[in-house]
């Protein structure tokens, strides 16, 4: 199932809104290596109208995939009508002190198999991790949180004309051209975590999504993705990205 032409598609089971097929096969849900380091989870999924509710089990692991806890909640559909659901599942509440020794996160709906996410180690190693977020090829919410780092630049594009020359004599103001518009470009440069070769495939979707945003102080601003830039390091198989973006909004807002 790939829907690129609407945000919104109606089954009548229960299916994730994400592709995570690329990769190495594994045991649990995603091919694709997923890495989180805020503790939470967007994601999205299409339930038809005779999903009545199920079952949401968030499982944390240490490094030698020992079972650390298991934290079972119940969802309930509260809208038949309503094909796409986006959910936010929060590691931080009976779960916090797991989250911070946990190495992977297991998130289990009903009997379906799990999506496995890796938890970006050490936790507090950075000042800051920023969640990017769009809307995949499915319609539903993907993201990835960057942890490496961060640049922010401002360029000012201005655009003048030049006076008529009568009233560059006339004028008391020494000045032959006039600004007319000048317009402030807030970009950002973000560098990720170094991660597997099944980590990159995420990264393909985010530079094809149209609807892109980020979170910054509990508010979204939408973004514009300047360039995606996934290169392997000197060990192979290890990569790292590089993110470039300006927000669409006027920067002296944000």
Avoid at 104 to 132: C, L, M
Avoid at 178 to 185: A, C, I, W
Avoid at 224 to 245: H, P
Wanted: proline share 2%; aromatic share 16%.
């Amino acid at each position: 199932m790939c829907n690129k032409g609407n945000k919104f598609l109606f089954n009548d089971y229960f299916n994730l809104a994400a592709n995570y097929n690329r990769g190495t096969s594994r045991d649990f849900a995603n091919n694709t290596i997923l890495y989180l380091y805020e503790p939470s989870i967007d994601l999205s999924f299409y339930a038809g109208s005779n999903t009545g509710g199920m079952s949401i089990t968030k499982t944390f692991y240490d490094s030698a995939f020992n079972v650390l806890t298991a934290i079972t909640t119940t969802w309930r559909n509260t809208d038949s009508s309503k094909g796409l659901w986006d959910l936010n599942i929060t590691l931080s509440d009976q779960g916090y002190r797991f989250f911070n020794d946990a190495f992977y996160v297991d998130i289990q709906f009903g009997s379906n198999d799990p999506i496995r996410y890796n938890v970006i180690k050490p936790i507090k190693a950075t000042e800051y991790g920023q969640r990017i977020l769009w809307r995949n090829s499915y319609g539903g919410i993907s993201f990835v949180d960057l942890t490496g780092k961060k640049e922010e630049t401002r360029s000012l594009e201005v655009k003048t004309y030049q006076k008529n020359i009568f009233n560059y004599y006339d004028d008391p103001m020494n000045e032959l051209d006039k600004v007319y518009d000048n317009e402030v470009k807030y970009q950002v440069t973000l560098k990720s975590h170094l991660f597997e070769n099944d980590g990159k495939y995420i990264f393909n979707d985010l530079l094809q999504s149209a609807n892109v945003w980020t979170r910054i102080n509990g508010q979204d601003y939408a973004i514009i993705i300047d360039s995606v830039d996934v290169t392997e390091t000197d060990n192979n198989g290890v990569f790292e990205a590089t993110l470039k973006y300006h927000y669409s909004q006027e920067p002296s807002l944000i």
